[in-house]
Every structure is written in structure tokens, then in C-alpha cells.
Nanobody
Framework: QVQLVESGGGLVQAGGSLRLSCAAS?????????VGWFRQPPGKDREFVAS????????TYAESVKGRFTISRDFRKNTVYLQLNNLKPEDTAVYYC????????????WGQGTQVTVSS
């Protein structure tokens, strides 16, 4: 199973940017994996943010982050990134990265989360 560790969260003013990283270990991510980012705002359920096929270039985004967030990956570093631009206070949440096999319906590897706080 893949172990995932997020980093890069912090406190930022509205309109600012952050880049979250998610380093994978234990098992290399491959062409049969999908990687994704989720977030859980205070007092709310966890929600989907973005995902992509590890071996491909196309990505899927939640409507609320389209045009502002970008998911990417570095094959050599076995790391997934989430670039957060033009942040809004409603983006405040704990952000989690996750991975699953393409054929699975649910993500089975999760990181511990990293806090992103956007001040107005």
C-alpha cells in the first residue's frame, strides 16, 4: 500500500497562493493509480477538490476551484502537488491527498492532512 505525507499548508491572506505537496512512499505510484486531493472545511464533510491519472495529463476539478487550483505530479520524486492560487476564505480546510487503483471505486490510501487557513 502507498503511504502519503502532505506538506505545504499554512496561513495566507485572501488572494494569495500556496503549493501543497504529497510525497508517496512504500510503493511507487504507477500508471494504474489515480491520485486526488480532498478537503474538509471546519464543521463540514470532506469534499473532492481535484484528481488525475498518474500516467496521464488530464485532470478533474471541483467547480469551486476550477481556474484557481492545479494538480500536477513529479514522476521522479513520486510526489503529487496542488497549486492553490487566488485563495478565498472559503478555501480554509484540512487538505488531504489520496490514491487508488484505477479499477477501484474508492480511495484506499490517505495522507494525514495539512491545514490551509485563508484570512480575509
Amino acid at each position: 500500500q502507498v503511504q502519503l505525507v502532505e506538506s505545504g499548508g499554512g496561513l495566507v491572506q485572501a488572494g494569495g497562493s500556496l503549493r501543497l505537496s504529497c510525497a508517496a512512499s512504500g510503493r511507487s505510484l504507477g500508471g494504474n493509480h489515480i491520485v486526488g486531493w480532498f478537503r474538509q472545511p471546519p464543521g463540514k464533510d470532506r469534499e473532492f477538490v481535484a484528481s488525475m491519472h498518474w500516467g496521464g495529463d488530464s485532470a478533474t476539478y471541483a467547480e469551486s476551484v476550477k481556474g484557481r487550483f492545479t494538480i500536477s505530479r513529479d514522476f521522479r520524486k513520486n510526489t503529487v502537488y496542488l497549486q492553490l492560487n487566488n485563495l478565498k476564505p472559503e478555501d480554509t480546510a484540512v487538505y488531504y491527498c489520496a490514491a487508488k487503483f484505477v479499477k477501484f471505486s474508492s480511495y484506499n490510501s490517505w495522507g494525514q492532512g495539512t491545514q490551509v487557513t485563508v484570512s480575509s
